[in-house]
């Protein structure tokens, strides 16, 4: 498949473990931030999202953390399986923009 | 199935041979965008289109050319391609803004 990048940090877990993938953001007029997923061969895929309203949003086994006072964003993956072993990037929407702005990715690999 | 469908998946040209790389959507999105990925440098934008007739340059426009004739298509025109255009490209779409994109599975191409 498709390398997205050669030199990505790098999240090594035993499955079953709960992951943490964290992502600083660079502009504080960003209102609405995004979690991809990126398996080896394919497009990114829609994780989970959250407004700059929010501190916090859960989905089936992920949970976004937004700290908007240091720019940082989270991504908590609970029992991580070896499903989960893909890039996963972060992207933030500046207020009244008409793009997304993505981070550089961290792989995660899970361990079995 | 909604989905977002990129042709050519794979494509190896020679500099200055003019090239289209097409997307369609058949979700009846009204934003779509094409990216380009590379080692260490993640998701840039190079195009994007808010409605039929109405596409802006995203980050990365020089090199390229897009249009929307139509809702469903948004092709990525290289007019005269160069050895620095080799790279992932991802077409991406989304209801009516850059939120929540879903992205297309990427095209290859390598430009020699």
């Known amino acids: 498949g498709e390398s997205v990048g050669l030199h990505l940090p790098t999240l090594s877990v035993q499955e079953g473990d709960n992951s943490i993938i964290n992502c600083a953001y660079s502009?504080?007029?960003?209102?609405?931030f995004i979690w991809y997923k990126q398996e080896s061969g394919k497009g990114p895929q829609f994780i989970i999202d959250?407004?700059?309203?929010?501190d916090k949003r859960q989905g089936q086994r992920v949970t976004v953390l937004l700290n908007k006072t240091v720019k940082h964003l989270s991504l908590q993956i609970a029992a991580t399986q070896p499903g989960d072993s893909a890039v996963y990037f972060c992207?933030?929407?500046?207020?009244?923009?008409?793009?997304?702005?993505f981070g550089s990715g961290t792989r995660l690999l899970v361990r079995p | 199935e909604a989905q977002v469908t990129q042709n050519p998946r794979y494509l190896i040209t020679v500099t200055g041979k003019k090239l289209t790389v097409t997307c369609s959507q058949n979700?009846?999105?009204?934003?779509m965008s094409w990216y380009r990925q590379d080692p260490g440098l993640g998701l840039r934008q190079i195009y994007y289109?808010?409605?039929?007739?109405?596409?802006d340059k995203g980050d990365v426009p020089e090199g390229y050319k897009v249009s929307r004739k139509e809702k469903r298509n948004f092709p990525l025109i290289l007019e005269s391609p160069s050895p620095n255009q080799t790279s992932l490209y991802f077409c991406?779409?989304?209801?009516?803004?850059?939120?929540?994109?879903?992205f297309g599975p990427g095209t290859r191409l390598l430009v020699l």
């Open positions: 502009n504080s007029a960003s209102d609405y």
């Open positions: 289109s808010m409605n039929v007739e109405v596409t």
């Open positions: 979700m009846n999105h009204e934003y």
């Open positions: 992207a933030e929407n500046p207020r009244g923009g008409y793009k997304l702005i």
């Open positions: 991406a779409s989304s209801l009516n803004s850059p939120e929540t994109q879903y």
């Open positions: 959250i407004r700059s309203n929010m």
